[in-house]
C-alpha cells in the first residue's frame, strides 16, 4: 500500500455539464462550444464520469458517486479543486476563483466522508473568498504525501498566503514556481502539467520558466527515488500530466485519459508500468472544460472506518 495512492475516491456525475465561461480566460486547455448547453453535451459527460467509475471499481478502487442535477454548476464534475482529504483524519474545504464555481462545495459529501471515514477535523479555507483569496485544491497543488511537498504553479488560483497557510496546517513545504504553455501563457492549474505518483513524477520540465528552478523541482521530484518521466508541451497539452495513482487491492494503477494514453511513448509507458497498471479512460467531452481525469477525482486518504456489526 502506499500513501501517494489512495484506494477510494469521490466522483460527481452532472447531469447538465458544460465548459464554463468564467474560467474560459485563464484556462486555455478549455474548448469554448457553439452550443454549450447543448443536451447531447451533457448527455456524453454524464456517461463519461459513469464509464470511469465503471472502469475504477472494475479495477478494485472504491467510489463514492454523487450526482449533481444542478444546471448552476457548470465545473461540479472537478471535486479536486474544493476538497482534498489527508492521512489522520484531516480534510481541507478550499476558496474558488470563478464565483460560479463557489456552490460546487457540498455538505452531503463531507458528511458522507465524516460518516464513511474517520475524520477528526475539517479546516475550511473558503472565507479567504471575501478577500480574493484562492487556492483550488489539488488543482492548483501537486501533493506528494510521501516527501511532504506541494508543487504550485505560480497564480491568481493559488495565493501564496492561503498556499502558505494549507502548508503550515497539514504539513508541507511549498515548493513554488513559474510555468508556461508553448504560447507563452501562464499555466492555470498546476495538476494539468504535473502528476507525483508513488516511484515515478511526470512532468512538463520544459514549461518551467527557470532553468535553476527547473532543476530544482526535478531533483526534488527524484530525491525521494522517483523516476522523473518529462512531458513534452504536446503531452501536457494532450493531458499526460493529469493522472492520478491510485490503490487497488493487490497492484497500484494510473488513471488517466485515452487521449492522454496515446500520446505517452513506449518507453515511458514501460517506464509507468513497472510500478503500475495504466487505466485509460475516454472522457472528450469532459476535457472541453480543460481538466481530465485526474481532475474528476477527489482522492480519499482517510481510514475507513469499520463496517457496523448487524444485529
Known amino acids: ?14 447531469n447538465r455539464f458544460t465548459p464554463n465561461p468564467a474560467t474560459a480566460a485563464d484556462n486555455t486547455f478549455q474548448v469554448t462550444q457553439t452550443s454549450p448547453r447543448s443536451d447531447s453535451v451533457a448527455a456524453a459527460a454524464y456517461q463519461e ?10 479495477a ?7 450526482d449533481d ?11 479536486n479543486n474544493w476538497l482534498s482529504t489527508h492521512a489522520g483524519g484531516h480534510v481541507a474545504v478550499f476558496p474558488m ?59 491568481h488560483r493559488a495565493d501564496p498566503v492561503a498556499l502558505e497557510r494549507f502548508c503550515t496546517n497539514f504539513g508541507y513545504e511549498p515548493m513554488v514556481f513559474d510555468a508556461t504553455d508553448d504560447s507563452g501563457t501562464a499555466v492555470y492549474h498546476t495538476n494539468v502539467m504535473m ?17 535553476a528552478r527547473r532543476r530544482e523541482v526535478a ?3 527524484a530525491s525521494a527515488g522517483r523516476e522523473v518521466i518529462a512531458l513534452t508541451h504536446h503531452q501536457v497539452r494532450e493531458f499526460a500530466g493529469n493522472t492520478i495513482e491510485l490503490q487497488a487491492p493487490d497492484r497500484r494503477l494510473l488513471a488517466l485519459s485515452r487521449r492522454a494514453f496515446d500520446s505517452l511513448t513506449t518507453s515511458q509507458k514501460n517506464l509507468i508500468e513497472q510500478s503500475c497498471i495504466l487505466l485509460p479512460v475516454d472522457v472528450p467531452t469532459i476535457e472541453l472544460a480543460g481538466g481530465s481525469v485526474r481532475c474528476m ?15
Open 69 to 79: 442535477p444542478e444546471d448552476t454548476r457548470p465545473d461540479s464534475v472537478f471535486p
Open 97 to 155: 476563483y470563478a464565483p460560479n464555481r463557489r456552490h460546487e462545495r457540498r455538505a452531503d459529501i463531507v458528511e458522507l466522508l465524516k460518516e464513511r471515514y474517520r475524520v477528526q477535523d475539517v479546516i475550511d479555507y473558503s472565507g479567504l473568498e471575501r478577500d480574493n483569496v484562492f487556492l483550488e485544491g489539488t488543482g492548483a497543488m501537486v501533493l506528494d504525501h510521501v516527501d511532504r511537498v506541494a508543487y504550485a504553479v505560480r497564480s
Open 49 to 58: 464520469v459513469t464509464a470511469l467509475a465503471q472502469a475504477l471499481e472494475g
Open 195 to 211: 502528476s507525483v505518483g508513488t516511484e515515478f513524477a511526470m512532468v512538463g520540465l520544459e514549461m518551467i520558466s527557470s532553468n
Open 60 to 66: 478494485g478502487v472504491t467510489v463514492h458517486m454523487f
Open 219 to 221: 531533483e526534488r521530484l
Open 1 to 14: 500500500m502506499s500513501v501517494q495512492a489512495p484506494s477510494a475516491v469521490v466522483l460527481v456525475r452532472p
Open 297 to 311: 477525482i477527489a482522492g480519499i486518504h482517510l481510514s475507513p472506518r469499520p463496517a457496523p456489526v448487524a444485529v
